[in-house]
């Protein structure tokens, strides 16, 4: 029997007169990767936020691990990972000084050289967070997710504006971060990465869950209603030849 870790019920959020997050309901279960699929504006980084604790909701109710938002957002706070925004690190400290910072914060204990060869960014230790590339400062921020060793983590749209390769990169880290036992809920403009990813997805639109399911079954579901590609689609697509030419999926960046 799977689990459920988060149960959203008739979820709504008005900001004013508008209506962000109009009653959804849904459930993730434990150790899923879950996506949060929809156009900009859907009410997706709404939904995580108030789930997150960092936004109030306008009504429904939402259990976090067997706990009531109502009740003890603190103790949501406690087994959650929030992926922070990287322009929030302080650029002058290097990132084994940022690891004892936000450790501090935490008030846990780790080893930073350990965190950062889970992300594959050992050899940046000494390195400032300004001096990262795109794809190791996101590496790096899922890192400071981590350091709290959350059961579930919040990962909005940790691929966007990545290189091909940066963005398998990142899909190896976030399958393993699931693979050692913890819950991942992600958003994404990419549906390349939620077919490869995620084990379930909801699509929303203006605020409203449209459909949810696996990605395999959402794809027949489609086929099942007679749709066909407009045109035949190659045996490789340009993102095959990108990945061919310049390097496999772990590339070091
Ligand atoms: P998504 O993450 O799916 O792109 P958001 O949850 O960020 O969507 O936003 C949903 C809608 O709510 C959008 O129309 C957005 O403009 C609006 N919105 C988000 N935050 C605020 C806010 N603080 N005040 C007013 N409107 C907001
Ligand atoms: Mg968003």
């Not at 799977?2 to 979820?11: A, E, G, N, R, S």
């Not at 059961?151 to 699931?178: C, K, M, S, V």
Request: charged share 30%.
């Amino acid at each position: 029997m799977t689990q459920t870790i988060i149960t959203v019920k008739d979820l709504c959020k008005n900001y004013g007169a508008f209506q962000a997050v109009k009653s959804i309901s849904f459930e993730v279960k434990k150790g899923e990767i879950f996506g949060l699929l929809g156009p900009n504006g859907a009410g997706k980084s709404t939904t995580l936020e108030i789930i997150e604790t960092l936004r109030e909701k306008t009504s429904g109710q939402v259990m976090v691990d067997g706990i009531d938002l109502d009740k003890d957002p603190a103790a949501i706070k406690k087994i959650i990972g929030v992926q922070l925004q990287s322009a929030g690190f302080y650029p002058g400290l290097n990132l084994i000084e940022l690891i004892n910072l936000f450790a501090g914060l935490y008030n846990r204990k780790v080893d930073p050289i350990e965190l950062l060869n889970k992300v594959n960014l050992a050899d940046k230790a000494k390195s400032k967070s300004k001096e990262l590339s795109g794809g190791q400062k996101q590496r790096f921020s899922i890192a400071t997710t981590l350091i709290n060793q959350p059961r579930i983590i919040f990962l909005d749209e940790p691929t966007t504006g990545l290189d091909p390769q940066a963005r398998r990169n990142l899909w190896e880290l976030i399958r393993e971060i699931r693979n050692a036992g913890a819950t991942v809920i992600i958003t994404t403009h990419y549906m390349d990465e939620a077919e490869q990813l995620c084990d379930r997805i909801a699509i929303m639109d203006e605020g409203r869950i449209i459909k949810m399911d696996s990605p395999d079954k959402m794809i027949d579901d489609l086929v099942a209603t007679g749709f066909e590609r407009p045109k035949q689609v190659k045996a490789a697509n340009l993102e095959d030849v990108f990945i061919h030419l310049t390097g496999k999926e772990i590339r070091e960046e």
